[in-house]
């Protein structure tokens, strides 16, 4: 390593020698860099965390392209008056469809969705009835009629037979549920008609944010010209649905985001201005007995000069991740949209340490170049492995095909290496230019001590009971458990609920959630219902399948079928002209005499918008598609995954497959993948950062004893997880490998430290490195912490998780690996 300091020691030269010149060059790439970063955008569609190869997003961006994926803004009308909320619905459609937008030079939405027209299927239901249903509806009549004549006869004597009865209920309540499917309400209003609602599809994209603010303050002030109780004076309109909550959940993400932003930051400035602060003005006093010429005002004015010393190299080397996190991603998603806090707190670290150190060099009596030197060959080594470890143990993760994993390792990665740049090759400049300005107060001493030397206290008693609890948490770590709920890790929308809660009242289904499978044929699509409805009958355990539907099922689609259909009709319309029930007053058999008036083939186009649409491609013709809906709510990840499990790839006997096309899939897709890889990835980090070690110490004996410590904090973070009952997700196993590299970090420059100063120099040690790796450690816990104060419960816990990941680590490093060396000194088993 020292090799490698060495060559690059022309750059450290250059920072003396031409100060202005590398500050310069660097914050102009800075500028470019920030350029770049400000045109990110935060991505929140958790498809794109999956790979672009994965056969189900390939499924799903197949389905948006053949099908479209329009999103409705809805709008819930609700007032006692059935009549009122019909004429205003009347008037909102007319005057929403003329609202118009400059930016666009078009209006804000294309098409409204309200009345249902079921008078044509009313008189043609049958048509659309799937052969199944045919025959179901053939056989009841038939039995009704063989009923009706053996209640004829005066010699006719029940004798109750019951399961032929119960064949008849069933296929009555069939028939009932398939016309309730094709014929709904006129309106989609509630049972007691007060609530009703209506669908305005946009012309805009759901990406263009600028759109929808607009669209909805637009609608606002629409809403309040029209003054809803004019119509009713109870009425009450409302609108909002998934585009509202896409819009809230971006506007959400990005105040979390400069929120943890401000508060992340300004904690992190604050703690290293009163550090230092305090640090400098003890030494200065003790370096110059008390009879100094610099006051105490004079340090605290200096107070700013730290964290400008540290935090300009540090903010040049974010603007520099970032820009190459633009050409290299393009977008930021919701896992790494928090990254430029966190990475502050990460990357002031590198900077703390080697100010610290240069400051220790430059008050033993070195002049400014010989302390830059210094600070680089003997700090520098130090910082150099643990940055290189943080970032290669992150760098691990981007061989993971989650890109919630392997995007975080890209720019966390990125930003510890560009990081360690500027602490290395910027911020001396800084210090040559401070130095010049006198800006920087140092001690009149020659040289102090930072603390005496003398044994570690409680050595052994700390080892062992750092190992009891250790082993205490492996005994019992199968306890540890992993939240699935994916409602729990959502921010919640009350608004959004609220409104969900009233509109819900006035939907024609209860069926949510479907899963598209996309086939080549028709005779694809009969296979694939074939086998999905075979297992839907055959799973009897845990089914997920609800109902199985395509167009093709109750639509003819070639001449031969047509004609069958028709003939098929003609039969039921025959039965239904028998004498024994032509004059039957019966509800059902009423529907079924207008069902069956078809008598020659049904166009498309005939076929009212709210039955087909849902069946029909954008180019207008029917989608060779199956609709699978889950019996399940897929916002429990288990079922989730057991849905997709069920559905996802169906293969048929021919060896063709297809792949189910949803968002649930794709989140159970992610999940899956996530939980497979996770258990890899943070063995894939261990591994790494033990030979990492091995190489950088050149001693199998000390790679042992820096890597302990970093195992006992991750069981004790693992107790603290068992005792709370603080489970893993999805969001937090993502920090998981960043907290191995990251608790690393104190172990190796204690142990270069100690090292360096030799035998019973530890307490030494951690009155000077100690502090430094405390402030280190607490400076990226608060970068973490930022995120303890989001609405984003996925980030909350990802924030949770860190600082006590890295708190354990820490407390491991500063009691555990000093009590672990001092006993292996007793016992003669150190070599330096």
């Given at each position: ?248 959940e971006l506007t959400s993400i990005m105040r979390d985001v400069l929120g943890s ?293 109750r639509y003819p689609t070639t001449e031969a079928e047509e004609n069958e259909k ?267």
């Open positions: 390593m020292q090799k490698l300091l060495k060559s690059l020691k022309p750059l450290l030269d250059l920072n003396y020698s031409h100060p202005w010149l590398v500050l310069s060059c660097s914050i102009l790439l800075a500028v470019a860099g920030g350029y770049f970063a400000v045109q990110l955008k935060i991505d929140t569609d958790i498809a794109n965390l999956l790979p672009k190869d994965h056969p189900n997003v390939l499924a799903l961006e197949n389905l948006k392209e053949k099908v479209g994926g329009e999103t409705a803004m809805d709008v819930a009308i609700q007032s006692p008056s059935f009549e009122a909320n019909k004429k205003f619905a009347r008037d909102l459609i007319q005057k929403s469809l003329e609202l118009y937008y400059p930016r666009y030079e078009d209006t804000y939405f294309k098409r409204a969705e309200f009345k249902k027209e079921t008078e044509f299927i009313k008189n043609n239901a049958l048509y659309l009835a799937s052969d199944t249903e045919l025959q179901d509806i053939t056989e009841w009549l038939e039995d009704e009629i063989r009923t009706a004549k053996e209640e004829s006869n005066p010699f006719f004597f029940d004798l109750g037979e019951d399961e032929e009865e119960d064949d008849s209920d069933e296929q009555v309540e069939s028939f009932k549920e398939s016309y309730e499917m094709l014929v709904p309400s006129e309106y989609p209003v509630s049972s007691d008609s007060t609530v009703m609602l209506v669908k305005f599809y946009p012309t805009g994209s759901k990406s263009d944010i600028q759109y929808l603010e607009d669209m909805f303050v637009a609608y606002d002030s629409l809403l309040a010209t029209m003054n809803p109780s004019a119509y009713h004076p109870e009425m009450n309109v409302d609108f909002g649905g998934r585009l509202k909550r896409h819009l809230e932003f401000a508060s992340g930051i300004s904690s992190v400035i604050l703690l290293v201005m009163f550090y230092f602060f305090i640090k400098k003005y003890i030494h200065y006093r003790k370096g110059t007995s008390g009879n100094g010429k610099y006051s105490v005002y004079s340090h605290f004015l200096r107070m700013p000069i730290p964290v400008m010393i540290i935090g300009i190299p540090l903010f040049i080397s974010l603007l520099w991740t970032f820009g190459i996190t633009y050409f290299y991603l393009g977008m930021l998603n919701t896992m790494t949209s928090v990254l430029f806090v966190i990475l502050f707190g990460l990357g002031i670290d590198y900077g703390i340490h080697f100010y610290a150190r240069y400051i220790e060099i430059r008050s033993a009596g070195f002049d400014v170049k010989e302390a830059i030197s210094k600070t680089y060959l003997k700090t520098g080594e130090a910082i150099f492995v643990s940055a290189f470890t943080t970032a290669a143990a992150l760098y691990i993760l981007m061989f993971a095909e989650f890109r919630g994993f392997s995007e975080f390792g890209f720019i966390s990665g990125t930003g510890i290496i560009l990081a360690l740049v500027g602490m290395l090759f910027i911020l001396p400049s800084l210090l040559v230019i401070f130095e010049k300005w006198g800006w920087i107060i140092l001690t009149e001493n020659d040289e102090y001590e930072e603390g005496g030397r003398h044994r570690y206290p409680f050595a052994r008693t700390i080892v062992v009971t750092g190992l009891v609890a250790a082993a205490l948490v492996v005994t019992f770590s199968g306890k540890l458990s992993f939240q699935y709920d994916f409602g729990d890790l959502e921010p919640k929308f009350p608004e959004y609920e609220q409104f969900r809660k009233v509109a819900r009242q006035a939907e024609s289904s209860s069926k949510r959630n479907p899963a598209y499978i996309l086939a080549d044929s028709n005779e694809d699509i009969v296979h694939i219902m074939d086998q999905l409805n075979q297992k839907m009958v055959s799973d009897t355990t845990s089914p997920t399948i609800e109902s199985v539907e395509a167009l093709q099922e028709l003939r098929k009709i003609a039969e039921i319309r025959q039965l239904l002209k028998d004498p024994l029930l032509i004059n039957k007053d019966d509800e059902d058999l009423e529907k079924l005499r207008k069902a069956a008036q078809t008598t020659e083939h049904i166009s498309l186009e005939q076929i009212p918008e709210y039955l087909k649409s849902r069946f029909v491609t954008k180019d207008g013709e029917i989608g060779k598609f199956v609709i699978v809906y889950p019996s399940v709510g897929l916002s429990d990840g288990r079922k989730s995954i057991a849905f997709k499990n069920d559905v996802g790839v169906v293969k048929l006997d021919n060896g063709k497959e297809f792949h189910a096309a949803s968002t649930s899939i794709v989140a159970a897709s992610m999940l899956d993948l996530m939980r497979r890889e996770s258990p890899y990835m943070v063995s894939a980090t261990f591994i790494f950062i033990y030979f990492f070690m091995l190489f950088s110490f050149r001693s199998f004996r000390w790679s042992l004893i820096s890597m302990l410590p970093l195992l006992v904090g991750l069981l004790w973070l693992f107790g603290i997880m068992l005792l709370t009952g603080f489970q893993f997700n999805f969001y937090n196993l993502v920090v998981l490998p960043a907290i191995l590299g990251i608790g690393e970090d104190s172990g190796v420059h204690l142990a270069h430290r100690y090292r360096e100063e030799g035998k019973n120099s530890m307490w030494q040690v951690l009155s000077s490195t100690g502090q430094h790796i405390t402030m280190g450690s607490f400076t990226t816990m608060l970068g973490f912490s930022g995120l303890l104060f989001t609405s984003h419960p996925g980030l909350q816990s990802l924030g949770v998780m860190a600082v006590i990941g890295i708190g354990m680590t820490l407390l491991t490093s500063i009691t555990f690996m000093p009590a672990l060396i001092q006993w292996l000194e007793d016992w003669d088993w150190i070599r330096y």
